[in-house]
């Protein structure tokens, strides 16, 4: 695509072809077929060239006629001095000599010349020509190779990758529509109650009609009937609700929630559901699975836990320490012991009160809480670290020992404190209703 700029001609070659520049430039930037141009056009004429921009260089395409050069009239001739050469020399003052009280610089500024007393407006406190302070230390000059003292900088701990999240299960209603399409159509309305909410809500739905039926004076159901026709059904209408998670959790095997697939396992040993034929073999494909998922989660989960020790994550090797996807597997013993001494290397007398509370609220709950040691207290205990350290007390009964907390036995544990919802500063926080007076 092109597009148009200014150049100005140049030279002209024997040959035909022109020499250009931009227009103002200091260079020739290329050259061009003369067969483009007009014989009016001269070397210095400025005119306005469609060019193509392209990796090896600018070709132009053509040339409409421009700006000419105008020669201006008024020229400044700059004639040569017969006087001889004489070169400036500048010395500086030496800087114990020089002033800072009433220099140009604080003319500049505005300030008033004062003569240094404390309060005089504008004064500037001199140097001593020693170089020393007013304490009397004398600054010692900087050693070749020595560095320079900078302010204390944090470098967080690189980030891990993260996992994939487990799916969540999505039965669907195949076999429940099944079973409701080949029911008779008095049957089909019993059916939904007892798959909405059980027998109870087969009893509650037949009380509240029949309510309606004795204000209108008209005959009331038979409930009995009802209720033995919708036990009769429960077993069939278990299986296929059944059958119906069973084939999603087939199709996410790999990658469904361990929480999901235990569930459905666990509800396959429902007498109801085992006794049935078609439950048996995708039942045992399930249990299969959930074995050879457990074993896969155990090793990523052990695996991830060393890899947040080996970056220094001690928070998150914390929390995943108290997740673990097999339940009573116990937990290696190498690996808590490294996991308990980079926790307790993070409860230090100078850490922060912040980096306590986070420790401790990982660690209450992880499978290495009894191993975790910490010296001594931290230097300023605040108000946020002595609450948290009096609700886990129970369990880390040596870190509140530090703290002059005893736990009475039978004491109940502690529960994980739930996640907070963030606050939206857009929406304007409403003042708590004030109590009517009697």
């Given at each position: 695509m092109s597009r148009r700029i200014e150049i100005e001609l140049t030279s002209n070659s024997p040959d035909g072809s022109w020499t250009w520049r931009a227009a103002g430039a200091k260079n020739p930037k290329g050259v061009l077929d003369g067969s483009i141009l007009s014989s009016s056009h001269k070397v210095g004429d400025v005119v306005k060239a469609d060019a193509e921009f392209a990796i090896d260089g600018i070709t132009i395409l053509g040339v409409v006629a421009g700006k000419q050069r105008v020669e201006k009239l008024e020229r400044i001739e700059i004639l040569p001095s017969d006087k001889p050469f004489q070169a400036v020399m500048e010395t500086k003052a030496p800087r114990s000599e020089r002033s800072f009280s009433g220099d140009k610089r604080n003319a500049r500024r505005g300030d008033k010349p004062g003569d240094g007393k404390p309060g005089d407006k504008g004064a500037r406190r001199p140097r001593r020509e020693d170089g020393a302070k007013e304490e009397g230390k004398v600054r010692e000059p900087r050693r070749e190779g020595q560095e320079t003292r900078r302010r204390p900088s944090f470098t967080p701990p690189p980030d891990l990758p993260q996992r994939p999240r487990a799916k969540r299960l999505k039965p669907g209603r195949a076999h429940r529509n099944t079973i409701l399409a080949n029911l008779p159509e008095a049957q089909s309305a019993i059916a939904e109650r007892v798959l909405s909410g059980g027998i109870p809500a087969v009893r509650t739905a037949i009380a509240d009609q029949n309510k309606l039926l004795k204000q209108e004076g008209k005959e009331l159901i038979p409930a009995d009937g009802l209720i033995t026709m919708a036990e009769n059904l429960l077993p069939k209408l278990r299986v296929a609700e059944w059958l119906d998670r069973a084939d999603a959790a087939v199709a996410d095997l790999d990658t469904l929630d361990l929480r999901d697939l235990r569930s459905v396992v666990t509800s396959g040993d429902d007498p109801a559901i085992a006794r049935d034929e078609t439950t048996r073999a995708i039942a045992k494909t399930l249990r299969e699975g959930l074995v050879a998922r457990q074993e896969k989660d155990q090793k990523e989960w052990l695996s991830d836990i060393d890899a947040a020790i080996k970056v220094g994550r001690i928070v998150?090797?914390?929390?995943?320490?108290?997740?673990?996807?097999?339940?009573?597997?116990?937990?290696?013993?190498?690996?808590?012991?490294?996991?308990?001494?980079?926790?307790?290397?993070?409860?230090?007398?100078d850490a922060p009160s912040d980096?306590?509370?986070?420790?401790?609220?990982?660690?209450?709950?992880?499978?290495?809480?009894?191993?975790?040691?910490?010296?001594?207290?931290p230097n300023a205990v605040t108000t946020e670290l002595a609450t948290t350290i009096t609700r886990l007390a129970p369990s880390i009964p040596q870190i509140a020992a530090l703290f002059s907390i005893v736990v009475t036995p039978g004491t109940a544990m502690p529960r994980p404190l739930r996640p907070t919802r963030p606050v939206d500063k857009k929406k304007p926080v409403q003042a708590p209703a004030q109590p009517k007076e009697a």
């Open positions: 998150r090797a914390l929390k995943l320490s108290s997740q673990p996807p097999k339940a009573g597997a116990p937990f290696p013993s190498e690996l808590g012991s490294r996991l308990a001494a980079a926790a307790s290397q993070n409860l230090e007398a980096r306590w509370i986070a420790v401790l609220e990982a660690a209450a709950f992880s499978p290495v809480r009894s191993q975790l040691v910490a010296p001594a207290p």
